[in-house]
């Protein structure tokens, strides 16, 4: 079997073999971006469990984490600090993490291109040995079998890329299984924030006030002082009332006092 795959292989073409060495070349990356990705956020789990008391870390991203955390106002959530911090300290990780997640579909892709190349190729091959000008050549059985070599050739490109795609689709996926990077970091950023809302309790103050309940709870009280001096306003009204409906009493009951 490994003797007629190798051989099916000398048939490719120079396009359909930089069409296998790419698809390769990806999936030897994406393997090593697992890896590397997998070590990077091992470290920093690391980093967080041995210096979580002390908030001292010689990570890049849990140092800035905590120092915006420290220097953030009210009005900031701990959840936006940690994914800008993220987002700025991880962009090499963040990039190597869209790349894992595509690299199944580029596999699949790139496989797929070199099947419908192999089949073109093998197709006009095929075209151009039963053609009204393939009389021409003197020796019909050389002919035919230089055309038929030739559309084979087409047909090892097709199906040895259709076979590079398929499997390394199927290790890629397995892979992901095993080690889904996306929830790794997810995971990890969750320990942040807890971490950050358990050793900076004055940050947690100051961001349990500017949460959604806390505002909604300002909204009301804004709302009853209106009301408040609303109910004084009409209270005040209703005794100017009073008092200018005495004095016309008084003033229409004296020119009868004088008569």
């Not at 999936?27 to 469990?49: F, G, K, N």
């Not at 790349?99 to 089949?119: I, N």
């Amino acid at each position: 079997m490994p003797n007629a795959i190798l051989d099916g292989l000398s048939l490719v073409d120079t396009t359909g073999r930089l069409i296998l060495a790419v698809n390769i070349a990806s999936l030897v990356a994406c393997i090593v971006a697992h890896v590397a990705l997998r070590a990077r956020y091992s470290a920093i789990e690391r980093d967080l469990e041995r210096n979580a008391e002390a908030a001292h870390f010689f990570e890049p991203v849990l140092v800035r984490i905590v120092r915006d955390t420290r220097a953030a106002s009210a009005d900031d959530s701990a959840q936006a600090i940690i994914e800008d911090a993220f987002h700025s300290e991880l962009k090499g990780s963040l990039l190597a993490e869209r790349f894992v997640r595509s690299a199944t579909g580029l596999a699949l892709v790139l496989g797929l291109l070199g099947t419908f190349y192999g089949l073109t190729l093998s197709i006009g091959k095929l075209a151009r040995l039963v053609g009204p000008d393939s009389g021409a050549v003197g020796d019909v059985t050389q002919a035919l079998t230089i055309g038929l070599t030739q559309a084979l050739g087409g047909m090892a490109v097709a199906f040895s890329n259709s076979l590079l795609g398929v499997g390394a689709a199927v290790v890629l996926t397995v892979l992901s299984v095993l080690n889904n990077v996306t929830d790794r970091r997810t995971a990890l950023m969750v320990r942040v924030e807890t971490l950050v809302d358990r050793l900076l309790p004055h940050r947690a103050r100051a961001g349990g006030q500017a949460g959604p309940t806390a505002a909604f709870a300002d909204a009301v009280t804004r709302l009853e002082t209106t009301v408040s001096r609303f109910d004084a306003a009409l209270q005040r009204f209703a005794a100017d009332t009073n008092n200018l409906r005495d004095v016309q009493l008084v003033v229409s009951v004296k020119p009868r006092e004088g008569g």
